[in-house]
């Protein structure tokens, strides 16, 4: 069974940084594309960065870009994201998503970890 | 960036009947290379992530029960409930995939009338 796990939220000051992690288990992880996602509570879906499966290749949303940071251990089936200088807006549930082979939609989502920015 | 564009933003349906709801891209998410729509579709329910339920505009995701459809290509595309269950009660999204970032339509809150 295909499964991705975060790990890494808190709570934390305007400024702060914070690393999450993302399991995978069940799949070939080193083949797949992985994402991040965020969702302010009650609101909609933001994508916010995505590491290609040999992780030579990242890309980013404007609103995170310079301060957040993808990356990935393949021998850990893990991956991270680093979040720098954080700012209240950041506040939200992050979820690691899994794309398929072909296409970046999300097939497999985590369950999401909250992480709160406020002083 | 391609913004995604949800109508309506709620609807209330009956059990048993359709349910339908628009997406609109800013700009078409068709590749002619392939003749591919980069379009996705999103269940979430109330504390749960999203589900994908259809994927390249009208593929359905493996398990994903057949009254889910998609349709559209370019920059119009629906998804369609044809016989609304208790069980679908949730928000929806759409997401283009054709180019970073990638977007989300802001939802479709669907609910028992």
């Known amino acids: 069974e295909v499964q991705v796990v975060e790990s890494g939220g808190d709570l934390l000051q305007p400024g702060g940084s914070l690393r999450l992690s993302c399991a995978g288990s069940?799949?070939?992880?080193?083949?797949?594309?992985m994402h991040w996602v965020r969702q302010v509570p009650g609101k909609g879906l933001v994508w916010i960065s995505r590491?290609?499966?040999?992780?030579?290749?990242?890309t980013y949303a404007d609103s995170v870009r310079g301060r957040f940071t993808i990356s990935r251990d393949n021998a850990k089936n893990t991956v991270y994201l680093q979040m720098d200088s954080l700012r209240a807006e950041d506040t939200a549930v992050y979820y690691c998503?899994?794309?398929?082979?072909?296409?970046?939609?999300?097939?497999?989502w985590g369950q999401g970890t909250l992480v709160t920015v406020s002083s | 960036d391609i913004v995604m564009t949800q109508s309506p933003d709620s609807l209330a349906v009956s059990l048993g009947e359709r349910a339908t709801i628009n997406c609109k891209s800013s700009?078409?998410?068709?590749?002619?290379?392939?003749?591919?729509?980069?379009l996705a579709w999103y269940q979430q329910k109330s504390g749960q992530p999203p589900k994908l339920l259809i994927y390249?505009?009208?593929n359905r995701e493996s398990g994903v029960p057949d009254r889910f459809s998609g349709s559209g290509s370019g920059t119009d595309f629906t998804l369609t409930i044809s016989s609304l269950q208790t069980e679908d009660v949730a928000v929806y999204y759409c997401?283009?995939?054709?180019?970073?970032?990638?977007?989300f339509g802001g939802g479709t809150k669907v609910e028992i009338k």
């Open positions: 069940g799949f070939t992880f080193s083949t797949y594309w």
């Open positions: 590491i290609n499966g040999d992780g030579s290749i990242t």
């Open positions: 997401q283009q995939y054709y180019s970073t970032p990638l977007t």
């Open positions: 700009q078409s998410v068709l590749k002619s290379s392939n003749s591919r729509n980069y």
């Open positions: 998503v899994k794309s398929p082979v072909s296409g970046n939609c999300f097939d497999s």
């Open positions: 390249w505009a009208s």
